[in-house]
């Protein structure tokens, strides 16, 4: 039986995390791409030696160490590409091996929880694709609650984001977070029950 891969992404400040534990609390399995990312740059993480070897002095006590490689990237933006070229092949090996695991359980849908999902071509990986999003201000607001969040860093990482609008026209399903957290949870049921409905459709 094939695996539904819905795709999940969204700008910094969208709410993604938490509609993404929302499809967890559901039972869906879902693949943290991100969490991914921290295992490899801890301490034995496949990345470390590869990471110290292209940006020299960023590991720290055995694992790399953010606010070193950020300083390193900050000097030179081309490092971002090789950072890309180290990082983006261990995780999608990681993301394989979650996948053949959801197959060999018998899953109907698998939750990729992609933050880059456009910026690096995933899309054409993916059956489906969930873009969470929210109004300019409100993603705003809350980014700039975060700690040590600047007016600067937040258009940094806006720079390397494809724009809430243009991840929109190219998403199959929306679901905005600024209606409030139990409507996003009442979307996310939807949208499994749907899905698991064309799943069985398919089927038979």
């Known amino acids: 039986m094939s695996v539904y891969k819905l ?17 967890r609390d559901s039972g ?12 490899l740059y801890a301490r034995g993480g496949e ?20 606010a070193k490689l950020s300083a390193a990237l900050a000097e030179d933006v081309s490092g971002f590409d090789r950072l890309n070229a180290i990082v983006h092949p261990l995780v999608a090996a990681k993301r394989r091996d979650f996948l053949e695991a959801a197959r060999q359980a018998g899953a109907p849908i698998v939750v990729l929880d992609i933050p880059l999902l456009f910026e690096t071509g995933a899309e054409t990986s993916v059956d489906g694709i969930l ?6 201000a409100v993603q ?48 996310v049921e939807e949208l499994i029950a749907g899905l698991k409905a064309a799943s069985n459709q398919s089927i038979h």
């Open 140 to 187: 705003r607001e809350r980014v700039m609650a975060r700690e040590g969040m600047t007016e600067a860093k937040f258009q940094q990482i806006l720079s390397r984001q494809v724009p809430d609008a243009e991840k929109r026209k190219r998403a199959d399903f929306l679901i905005d977070t600024s209606l409030g957290f139990e409507a996003a949870r009442k979307s």
């Open 47 to 66: 990345a470390v030696p590869l990471i110290e070897a292209a940006f020299p002095g960023s590991i720290e006590d055995g694992e790399v160490s953010r």
């Open 28 to 39: 869906i399995p879902v693949f943290d791409s991100d969490a991914a990312v921290h295992a």
């Open 7 to 23: 795709g999940l992404t969204g700008s910094i400040g969208m709410g993604k995390s938490t509609t993404a534990n929302m499809f």
């Open 131 to 136: 873009v969470v999003t929210a109004p300019e």
